[in-house]
């Protein structure tokens, strides 16, 4: 494939969120995330597609594992990358976030991957700068790198349409819940969501989502698990009694394989609490797809910002 | 003695039941009468031809943000009368949540000082409920009120304990003077963006619930039938708030609202854009709540408008939505926002909005003002109803441009605002 030379798929300058996208462009993202795992087979070669492209890795809230797939995936098709991490917020540095943005695409930059934990802060960056942006999470709204790996780890197992995917745990809070909803739903899969009361908002069924509180009770009729980190980072005040309460309703265990469906696949973003989420025995054992995703997270973000540099080459040529 | 005729408008007068073609007549800056039909060509006056145009009192704001002292980055006092001038008020009430808080004598006699070195409009400071606006013990309400607060107010403070609300209602009483509540329940609305709904939870962000203002308009009607007193809730935005209003004054409980244009203009789904200058307190709530709101306003549950001005300059709202401000700047799109939200759809008549812009504030308030009285100062709005306007907060009088209405055109403008017989704003001429 010729990047430079490639069709549009419609993309825009940004990628915000998955909400925003159609069924056809998140296959398109997903094939191109096929073609890199072949192309830098399984990613350990390097490619120069992104040649002369300076991508800027703006992360304000802490994260290692994002920062880095980031990071390698633009190395590997050949991107400059640069690096910029902070935990405090506007108000804390005097700065606001915006001129901190600028500032650094100043400095000749393309794309901007951007965490944050505010949601919408992508869509300000968006506003106010000139580089294509890419969401690599924004506080509780949606992650779309995250259900874009999501959704190639499962497609590479079985078609995601007619599939049912349970999300379980702190949908909330969870960027990671809201973006797989609108995506494993436009891909035709059906989507329950699962855990304490207090942690599902009621109106999450007008996303057009089934809303469960017993794991053992939807189980046997779900073909995938996506057990969501319980973000205590995010939560004020107690949202359940106690960790072992959560285990002991929410958690994967041994014995609920079991009683799962047949080749139920497991999904969990991560980092992992272990023994909260799911034992280790689930988080290594062969129905677990954990590490799958973490290599596909680098194969989806080399597509997402090729996809995003096509589009900034394009606008270049126009202009 | 120096005559004016207000010629050839519509003039509108709830006070006096008057909506009838006709002229104005000002002398010695006050009302001397009002005549209908023609003009009487015998009279020797300077005449501001009306024609097409309506003539109302000049409005009432009982709730306007000064900024001084402490915030002079967002607004001053003369800015914010300049600002009001050109929205068509001519009195405001100002809120006591500047630094320091305007909880003692020192501090109202400040706003006084400055008030009087202005042009543009009445202002009239309204003290803190609380030391500090802290919601813990009661400010100076007595020496507040000889000095001139008209009503008294924590702002958007919301005064969390009820003992504390039940002695200041109890307190205030003796002074006739109201208090104006932001009524929201701080442990369901801290930290929160937006109102929590479907779309809350679809932006995933943190939600404020329509209970969180329904419990405190509860407790404060129950407080306000305890103790007697008179309270009355800011900015009304449920549909509960509104149904518990109603029947609590149906009982002749001491209890009113307010709401504001931008409630009622703008639902939870302009948060889409996760524009800051949409974010606002008590927060924009969606489509069904804000029908029960126009219910309120017709059948006269909700009995004023307030700009519920907020100005802030524009850094601080270029931040992240979560730690961004609350605030909308409100005094220059008042009215154009109201004819948009209430005139043009046929849910009330000019008649009934001038009166939720003039007696109702002004009566909350215990104030003059309202009303084209003989004898009363003149204070007077024309407004061209049919004229369009485009929104430009870069020409706002305000020191602040924190609107989210800017570049649109609205039908219906102020275009003369006239203080004590004086023109102090002029569209044309501005």
Known sequence: MSVAGSETIGLGQHLLGIEQLSAEQITAILDRAEHYREATRGGTEKLDDLRGIVVANLFFEPSTRTRTSFNLAARRIGADTVDFTSSGSSLSKGETFVDTALTIEAMGVDL???????????????????????????????????????????????????????????????????????????????????????????????????????????????????????????????????????????????????????????????????????????????????????????????????????????????? | MHRRLIANGTVIDPANDIDQTGSLLIEGGQVSGFIPGDVPADIEAEVIDATGLLVAPGFVDTHVCVGEPGFEEDETIASAALAAAAGGITSIATMPSTNPVVDNRGAAEFVKHQAAQVAGCRVYPMGAVTRGIDGKELAEIGQLAEFGAVAFTDAKSPIANAEIMRRALEYTGMFNCPILHNAIVPELSETGVMHEGFQSTRLGLRGIPAAAQDIMTGRDIALAELTGGRVHIMCVTTTASVEQIRIARQRNIRVSGDVTPHHLLLDDTVMDSFDTLCKVLPPLRSPDHIQSLIEGLKDGTITSISSDHQPLAIEKKQIELDIAPYGICGLETLLSSCVRALIEPGHLSWLELIRLLTTGPAELLGIEGGTLSRGRDADVVLIDPKREITIDACQFQSRSRNTPFDRETFRGAVVKTVVAGNVVYDRDAA
Request: charged share 25%; hydrophobic share 40%.
């Open chain 1, 112 to 319: 901007v991957v951007c965490r944050h934990r505010t949601p919408g802060a992508p869509q300000l960056l968006a506003h106010h700068l000139k580089a294509g942006v890419l969401n690599a999470g924004d506080g509780t709204h949606e992650h779309p790198t995250q259900a874009l790996l999501d959704m190639l780890t499962i497609r590479q197992r079985r078609e995601i349409r007619g599939l049912k995917v349970a999300l379980v745990g702190d949908i909330r809070h969870s960027r990671v819940a809201r973006s797989n909803i609108h995506g494993l739903q436009k891909l035709g899969a059906s989507v329950i969501v699962c855990g304490p009361a207090t942690l599902i908002p009621r109106t999450i069924t007008q996303m057009g989502v089934e809303v469960a509180h017993s794991l053992d009770e939807i189980l046997p009729e779900v073909d995938c698990v996506n057990l969501l980190r319980v973000q205590f980072e995010r939560q004020r005040g107690a949202f359940f009694p106690s960790i072992e309460e959560y285990a002991h309703l929410f958690g994967m265990t041994g014995e609920r394989i079991k009683r799962a469906k047949e080749g139920l696949l497991v999904l969990a973003p991560g980092p992992i609490n272990r023994g909260v989420e799911l034992t280790p025995e689930v988080a290594d054992g062969p129905h677990s797809l954990i590490l799958n995703q973490v290599t596909n997270g680098l194969f989806v973000r080399m597509a997402c910002l090729s996809l995003l540099a096509d589009e900034r080459r394009r606008l270049r040529q126009e202009t």
